[in-house]
Structure formats: C-alpha cells, structure tokens
C-alpha cells in the first residue's frame, strides 16, 4: 500500500508531463529509433545549455556515467580517488569498476559534505577527487579545485540538477549524474549522463559507451554498452522544462519545513552553505540520542514516506571490507548515519501534508507535535 504522505510523489509529476510524453513515445514509436537517435540528442542539447557546459553525452545510468567519466581520463590504474565516507554506494562502486581505488574521507560536520581539509591529508598517492553534491547542494569546489591541483576533479551531481554555486552550476573537469525516477529531474526508468566542457573528454565518454566504436564494428578501444533509450528522453525532455520551477517548490517546501521544525527540540535542520543555491533534492534532518529509528517507525506507521540516507557510510559496507577501514576511521560520517532522517520532499508536497509530518514528529520525540507557526 502506497503512504499517505510519500517520500517521493512521482504521480504528481507525471499527471504534469502525461501528454508531453505520450506525444513523444508516439513520435519515438513512428520513428523506430529507440537507443540514441534524434530525442536523445535533444536532450544532450537541452541540459548541456541547462547545467552550462559544452557537451552532454548521455548514458544507461548514473553509476555508468560515474565509469564513463573516470574512465575517460586514463587514470593510473589502482590509483586513488579521494570521496566523501558519506555517499550511496555507486560513488564507491565506479571508481572500483574503472580500475581506481576508493580513499574514503570524512565530512563537514555542518553540511555533511567531503571536507577539503581532511580531503588534504589523505591525497598523497590520490589521482583524482571525486566530491558528492549531496542532497542537493554543490561541496566547496574552490577549496577542492585548489587543493586537486594538477589532478581531475570529477564531480558526482546526481543529486544536484538545477544546482549553482556562485551562479555556476559546473566546476571539475567532468561531472556525471543520474536520471533514476526519484531524481530531481527523473525518467521513468534509468538513465545518466556525463557533463564537461572539454571536447576531447566528451568524444572518449562517447566513445566507451558505445563498445568503443565510432563507425560500426570497429572498435578502437575497449569500452561496454551503456546508452541512453529515446524513451527516456522524451520524459526527460519534458521534466527538464518545468525543472527550474520544481526546484523552486522544492525550496519553498524546504523552507517551510525550517519553519516548522524550529524549536522542535531534539531535529537538527539542513543548512545550506554560503554560495550555494540549494535544489534539496532530499530534506534530511539529524535527530540525536539514538532516537532516529523510533521516529522513523512512528513516522512509517502513520502512512509517511519517510527513508534514512545513507545508514551505513561506504567505509563500513560489507563489499568494501578489503579496502581496510574499521568503525572509528571516519566518525563525523558514522555519527550521521546514525542520526540522519529523510522526510517527504517533492514539489508537489502541501503545507498541509508539512504539518501532519512535523506533528507526527513531533509527537514522537515527545514534544506534543505543535509545529511552529
């Protein structure tokens, strides 16, 4: 049975997008170009200008992209590429499927995002810097560009589509993000893409993704199959227009929950770091005292939607045991992941949808769930 309050209202948005998308399906079903083909090059287009880059190439999912973008560098192989401990495990994932080892690194405590001076002391031997715009706001990418030096930085923006800091909505050499359904901007099944403004870059993504040919059967590198269904881009292509005001909703429901949540004793709301503007993508909040789970449960038994991002930090997940890490390594990550709640946020949430989330809250950290006028 579907929550009352979902986390994630995906049928909003696509009673928004519906004839957008049937015109297009027909279009792409007239046509009989299915993988690539005219929509998906729309697209690229289309969210090229949109994020402010030269060349979108796009790809069969975020984690590929994350692969595409690494792997089009030629980095050294076995070389380090320096995260953020706290991520969804596909960070982790591709770095390891490019032949490039994860070096885990802990936080800000503030906004939870990879801190440039931790960053700093693990670099010797990094080849790479890989930050997470988490939650749906950039990490400090002057701090990390200055820090990288000489290396690539490649950002991971699946969280962050409609994203600036200081106005840009790029920084590294190469960004990748995905397109998974409860995305900011999603499809209706995956799909990825991969940013950059440098030509030679755009043509290796390209060309890797596509068994590492460009004229049929002859393949001039190694490469592996992943590319974006025309489908997938007539969805996108529709969201991708009324974006900007989904994220602007997105805000507004983010600052209503603030105001909410002030004085609720025990929740500890996001902030948004200087020079960020923020398209929250998720609204996590932080409660303390081991009482995250309970909340959690009630929240869940009174029909919310409510998720926990990320509950156990990379460093700590079964399939990244050899890279020897124990509980303690990064602890500003551990203590989030314990505390961290994800409540309801798309941009389709009522105020009234808020109150009942903030009251159910609130009545069970104890505090009579009255939300804040």
């Known amino acids: 049975m579907s929550p009352g309050i979902p986390l994630v209202d995906l049928a909003a948005a696509h009673a928004e997008v519906e004839a957008e998308v049937r015109a297009g399906f027909d279009r792409v079903l007239a046509g009989g170009w299915f993988v690539k083909g005219p929509e998906v090059a729309a697209f690229e287009r289309e969210y090229a200008a949109f994020t402010g880059v030269r060349h979108c190439v796009g790809a069969a999912n975020g984690t590929d992209a994350l692969e595409l973008a690494l792997r089009a560098l030629d980095l050294p192989p076995g070389g380090g590429v320096l995260l953020p401990a706290n991520t969804f495990v596909a960070t982790a994932g591709a770095v390891q499927r490019a032949g490039l080892r994860p ?7 503030e906004h ?42 490649v950002e991971d923006a699946a969280q962050s589509q409609g994203a600036r800091r200081h106005g840009r909505g790029a920084y590294g050499r190469i960004a990748a993000t995905s397109f998974y359904p409860g995305k900011n901007l999603g499809g209706y099944g995956d799909a990825g893409a991969v940013l950059t403004d440098d030509d030679e870059l755009a043509a290796a993504v390209r060309l890797i993704g596509d068994h590492g040919a460009r004229d049929k059967y002859v393949h001039e590198r190694l490469g592996f199959n992943s590319r974006m269904d025309a489908l997938q881009a007539v969805v996108l292509r529709a969201k991708l227009r009324r974006l900007p005001d989904w994220n602007a909703a997105r805000r507004a429901a983010a600052d209503r929950y603030d105001r909410l949540l002030a004085g609720l004793e025990g929740v500890r709301t996001p902030s948004t ?50 890279l020897g890490y124990r509980a303690g390594a990064f602890p500003v990550a551990e203590r989030a992941a314990g505390e961290l709640l994800s409540l309801p946020l798309h941009p389709h949430l009522t105020e009234a949808q808020q109150v009942r989330v903030v009251e159910v809250l609130g009545r069970a950290l104890g505090a009579g769930g009255r939300p804040a006028g």
């Open 273 to 322: 770091a200087p020079g960020n503007e923020h398209v929250h993508h998720l609204y996590p909040v932080r409660i303390a005292g081991g009482r995250r789970d309970a909340a959690l449960a009630a929240l869940h038994a009174a029909g919310i939607g409510a998720g926990v991002h990320y509950p156990v930090p990379v460093h700590l997940q079964p399939a990244f045991r050899p």
């Open 103 to 109: 070096v885990p690194v802990d936080v800000d405590p």
């Open 112 to 153: 939870l995002l990879i801190d440039p001076e931790r960053a700093a002391a693990a670099l010797p031997g990094a080849v790479a810097l890989l930050p997470v715009h988490l939650f749906g706001q950039f990490a400090p990418m002057e701090a990390l560009l200055e820090l990288a030096g000489d290396r690539p930085v």
